[in-house]
């Protein structure tokens, strides 16, 4: 299993990024995919959460109604998509199947 991150950077607050993870070593499209983030001091904490076909997915309250979670099964990958950033939301986000993670991609939102 592989997992590669990408999309991160340095936005201002209330700026959008989408991540993009890159699956590859298993079938992605029976699995469901996670995004992680961890903060600096804190422990790691479960983001968003999409079913193998797209049909549900789950967020941390943190962040509901500002990011999305999706995905292409065509081309083995998970997306999410984060507007109205807030300094909060500062962290290196992971993506995330069973015991498997990617290496991360840092978010920063300051001004």
């Known amino acids: 299993v592989q997992l590669v991150e990408s999309g991160g950077g340095l936005v201002q607050p209330g700026g959008s990024l989408r991540l993009s993870c890159a699956a590859s070593?298993?079938?992605?499209?029976?699995?469901?995919m996670s995004w992680y983030r961890q903060a600096p001091g804190k422990e790691r904490e479960l983001v968003a959460r999409?079913?193998?076909?797209?049909?549900?997915?789950s967020y941390a309250d943190s962040v509901k109604g500002r990011f999305t979670i999706s995905r292409d099964n065509a081309k083995n990958s998970v997306y999410l998509q984060m507007n109205s950033l807030k300094p909060e939301d500062t962290a290196v986000y992971y993506c995330?199947?069973?015991?498997?993670w990617g290496q991360g991609t840092q978010v920063t939102v300051s001004s």
């Open positions: 995330n199947l069973n015991t498997a």
């Open positions: 999409i079913s193998s076909n797209g049909d549900w997915r």
């Open positions: 070593g298993f079938t992605f499209s029976f699995y469901q």
